[in-house]
């Protein structure tokens, strides 16, 4: 059974950073697509970022520049680092996965390819 939990969220000002982490148990990274989604108040999920373990990366246009997404196959541990954030940044997080056969010309970022879910860590992103 695949199984997703995410970490390191928390209240931080704008301009500041965070790491999430999300760890994975009951899967094989090289032959799974990883995303990060996040869900405001009165939103929609959104895709974040997303990674393949072909090393395809693809990431929203709204945080472009300012997060990197990146995995450590040996811990079984995705992560996501968040600089320069913003009020808008603030949500809450999810890591989510996906068995795939072959590399996506581009990981997609569309919350209904995904199958597994973690819980979520929240991000508060205020002065």
Not at 11 to 29: D, E, H, K, N
Request: include cysteine; proline fraction near 4%; glycine fraction near 14%.
């Amino acid at each position: 059974e695949v199984q997703l939990v995410e970490s390191g969220g928390g209240l931080v000002q704008p301009g500041g950073s965070l790491r999430l982490s999300c760890v994975a148990s009951g899967l094989s990274y090289s032959r799974y697509l990883m995303g990060w989604f996040r869900e405001a108040p009165g939103k929609g999920r959104m895709g974040v970022a997303a990674i393949d373990g072909f090393g395809g990366i693809a990431y929203a246009d709204s945080v472009k520049g300012r997060f990197t997404v990146s995995t450590n196959f040996a811990e079984h541990t995705l992560y996501l680092q968040m600089n320069r954030l913003k009020d808008e940044d603030s949500a809450l997080y999810y890591c989510a996965a996906k068995a795939i056969e072959r590399p996506y010309i581009q990981p997609p970022l569309g919350a209904d390819v995904y199958d597994t879910w973690g819980h979520g860590t929240q991000v508060t992103v205020s002065s």
